[in-house]
């Protein structure tokens, strides 16, 4: 399973941008599919996830209501849209997907990953 994460940048504070994760190997729509992401110095933390098997949405605190998960299982592409960023958004963000029904927030929940896209949020 490859997934290949796409869409990183830099952007000012109250901006946007989309990430894509584009998975070969694997369906999204069978599996747990999140991203996560980590700044410099501080540990992977959970961002957003859509759970297996009937698409449940869930958020972290930090980005509820400024950030929309999404998912084409046509495209086999994950995405998230990012509004009103802040800087403290300023990371790696990786998307995952993992074992089936474990609607989990734990990085170490999730078995495969893509190699990360640099979000760098300037003030």
């Known amino acids: 399973v490859q997934l290949q994460a796409y869409g990183g940048g830099l952007v000012q504070a109250g901006g946007s941008l989309r990430l894509s994760c584009a998975t070969s190997?694997?369906?999204?729509?069978?599996?747990?599919v999140g991203w996560f992401r980590q700044a410099p110095g501080k540990e992977r933390e959970f961002v957003a996830a859509?759970?297996?098997?009937?698409?449940?949405?869930y958020y972290a605190d930090s980005v509820k209501g400024r950030f929309t998960i999404s998912r084409d299982d046509g495209k086999n592409t994950l995405y998230l849209q990012m509004n009103s960023l802040k800087r403290e958004d300023t990371a790696v963000y990786y998307c995952?997907?993992?074992?089936?029904?474990?609607?989990?927030?734990?990085?170490?929940?999730?078995?495969?990953w893509g190699q990360g896209t640099l979000v760098t949020v300037s003030s």
């Open positions: 859509i759970w297996w098997p009937d698409t449940t949405i």
């Open positions: 190997g694997s369906k999204f729509a069978y599996y747990d």
């Open positions: 995952t997907t993992g074992a089936a029904g474990g609607r989990s927030v734990r990085p170490n929940q999730y078995r495969f």
